[in-house]
């Protein structure tokens, strides 16, 4: 067994190196301000997405609403490829938007997701396929 003054030390050695790192407070509100900014452009009104009957949220989708992953914006920024324009994703997003009744952008998405299982369902299965394709070897 392991003495306690020693775990003491450990810990103690431990919480001081996460504290040297940690950001500052005018870091995180800068943080935690985008995020708010990116949370309200995603889910204008938060009821609707709390209030809603129906979809679970898949790793996948995460992806899409968060702005991670493999598309082509993400690709893009971080120089990846040349351009934001998706070319692997181009018949599932139009199978999509057929499906939805309009054209998928990140104003619309959450709102058209919350509107009715059927639009839940094809966004999900929308992402689903473009990270598995982006991710086939």
Same mark, same amino acid.
């Given at each position: 067994?392991?003495?306690?003054?020693? /775990? +003491?030390?450990? *810990?103690?050695? &431990?919480?001081?190196?996460?504290?040297? %790192?940690?950001? %500052?407070?005018?870091?995180?509100?800068?943080?935690?301000?985008? *995020?708010?900014?990116?949370?309200? @452009?995603? #889910?204008?009104? /938060?009821?609707?997405?709390?209030?809603?009957?129906?979809?679970?949220?898949?790793?996948?989708?995460?992806? #899409?609403?968060?702005?991670?992953?493999?598309?082509?914006?993400?690709?893009?920024?971080?120089?990846?490829? +040349?351009?934001?324009?998706?070319?692997?994703?181009?018949?599932?997003?139009?199978?999509?938007?057929?499906?939805?009744?309009?054209? /998928?952008?990140?104003?619309?998405?959450?709102?058209?997701?919350?509107?009715?299982? @059927?639009?839940?369902?094809? #966004?999900?299965?929308?992402?689903?396929?473009? &990270?598995?394709? /982006?991710? +086939?070897?």
């Amino acid at each position: 067994m392991t003495p306690v003054d020693l /775990l +003491a030390h450990e *810990a103690e050695r &431990i919480y001081a190196t996460k504290m040297e %790192s940690a950001p %500052s407070p005018a870091e995180l509100k800068g943080v935690k301000a985008a *995020a708010r900014q990116w949370t309200f @452009r995603l #889910i204008p009104d /938060l009821k609707m997405w709390f209030n809603r009957k129906h979809g679970e949220v898949t790793f996948e989708l995460t992806q #899409i609403l968060s702005g991670h992953g493999c598309f082509g914006e993400y690709l893009y920024r971080f120089g990846h490829q +040349a351009s934001a324009e998706c070319t692997w994703c181009w018949n599932e997003r139009q199978e999509a938007e057929l499906l939805c009744g309009e054209p /998928l952008s990140s104003q619309n998405l959450v709102p058209l997701m919350t509107l009715n299982q @059927r639009n839940w369902t094809a #966004i999900c299965t929308f992402a689903a396929q473009v &990270i598995c394709k /982006l991710r +086939a070897p």
